[in-house]
């Protein structure tokens, strides 16, 4: 599925945010909207077909001060909504910056 698909499915609100999205945005300090925000926004940077998953990479602002890059994992198996499976913010000592790629090892 193309990101065109995933942000129209997004903008209607045909989205679930399950358990371990939640669960990072509580512990990291974000929100649904900013995951919603870094997936309007972003671009897809790593594609799961066997799982039918990609992963999205997207700034969105926390405050007027501070704009943070989210990655969130979407599914869409379901003919209806896409699921936001995960959603963290990048650890700098595995993706490069801004965080689109992960870094090469040594």
């Not at 371990?20 to 594609?47: C, W």
């Not at 501070?66 to 003919?79: F, M, S």
Request: glycine share 4%; charged share 30%.
């Amino acid at each position: 599925m193309d990101i065109g698909e995933i942000r129209r499915r997004v903008r209607q609100g045909d989205y679930l945010v399950k358990r371990d999205a939640i669960l990072h945005a509580v512990k990291e300090g974000f929100s649904r909207q900013e995951m919603v925000n870094a997936i309007l926004a972003g671009q897809t940077i790593e594609t799961y077909p066997e799982r039918k998953r990609v992963l999205i990479c997207g700034p969105t602002t926390l405050s007027s001060r501070i704009t943070i890059y989210l990655h969130v994992v979407c599914e869409y198996t379901d003919p209806v909504y896409v699921e936001f499976v995960t959603a963290y913010i990048p650890d700098q000592t595995v993706w490069e910056w801004p965080p689109f790629s992960r870094k090469r090892r040594r």
